[in-house]
């Protein structure tokens, strides 16, 4: 099962920061949190991911509270194509590949 | 970058026949493959996972007599919707984690069954 709560859908004027919060209250001492989007009838897109740090990319900031049960996604200067569905996951950072398991997002939309 | 490559993006059979979707590791080697399923307006569902050289690990009510998958090398991975039916005409999508880098995913194959 999915271990983390994000709201079904948000909506963004372009050119505004978007913020997209996800709650993950039961995550324990070595997972980490990934975020990522599908845009319409594609596959999903790695966006970024952290332990407890922040962390930034090209793409988008992280931002994990320091309790580690809760973070925002930051897409600061969201443009039209930024319109898509987010996924939050956590999941530990092992050797080997263990399987995502995706939870049912957020739908960002951003308005013109 | 690593990049899965996903084949057929579309394809429509008629009920009762076979479809095979290939997914391609293009410049990395993928021990382990990810099958998922996307109905519409809903999340990826995982399916099964597919370990090179070895049989499928399938998720809970996920028939692996109907969605047969191989996996013969490092690089292709293959799932096969042996006598298709409408209600398995879905968006179909592979994944592989890419060593050190985490995951990736390919393009997707939209499946509908006539």
């Known amino acids: 099962d999915a271990k983390t709560t994000q709201p079904p859908s948000m909506d963004c004027a372009e050119g505004r920061a978007a913020n997209l919060p996800c709650n993950h209250s039961t995550i324990s001492g070595n997972e980490y949190v990934y975020w990522y989007r599908q845009i319409h009838s594609q596959g999903p897109q790695y966006i970024i991911h952290g332990l407890k740090n922040n962390e930034t990319n090209e793409m988008a900031s992280l931002i994990i509270t320091e309790d580690r049960k809760s973070s925002t996604l930051i897409l600061p200067h969201a443009t039209l194509r930024d319109t898509a569905v987010y996924y939050c996951i956590v999941r530990e950072l092992l050797q080997g590949a263990q399987k995502l398991v995706f939870g049912q997002g957020t739908r960002l939309t951003i308005n013109p | 970058g690593a990049v899965v490559s996903q084949h057929p993006s579309r394809v429509i059979c008629k009920s009762g026949t076979s479809v095979k979707i290939e997914c391609r590791s293009l410049d990395f080697q993928a021990t382990t493959m990810f099958w998922y399923r996307q109905f519409p307006k809903q999340s990826l569902m995982l399916m099964a996972t597919?370990?090179?050289?070895?049989?499928?690990?399938?998720e809970q009510g996920v028939e692996k007599d109907k969605f047969l998958i191989n996996h013969a090398s490092l690089t292709l991975s293959t799932l096969t919707v042996t006598s298709a039916h409408p209600e398995d005409s879905s968006f179909y999508i592979c994944?592989?984690?890419?060593?050190?880098?985490?995951?990736?995913f390919g393009s997707g194959t939209r499946l509908t069954v006539v």
């Open positions: 994944s592989a984690r890419v060593p050190g880098r985490g995951y990736t």
């Open positions: 597919s370990n090179e050289g070895s049989k499928a690990t399938y």
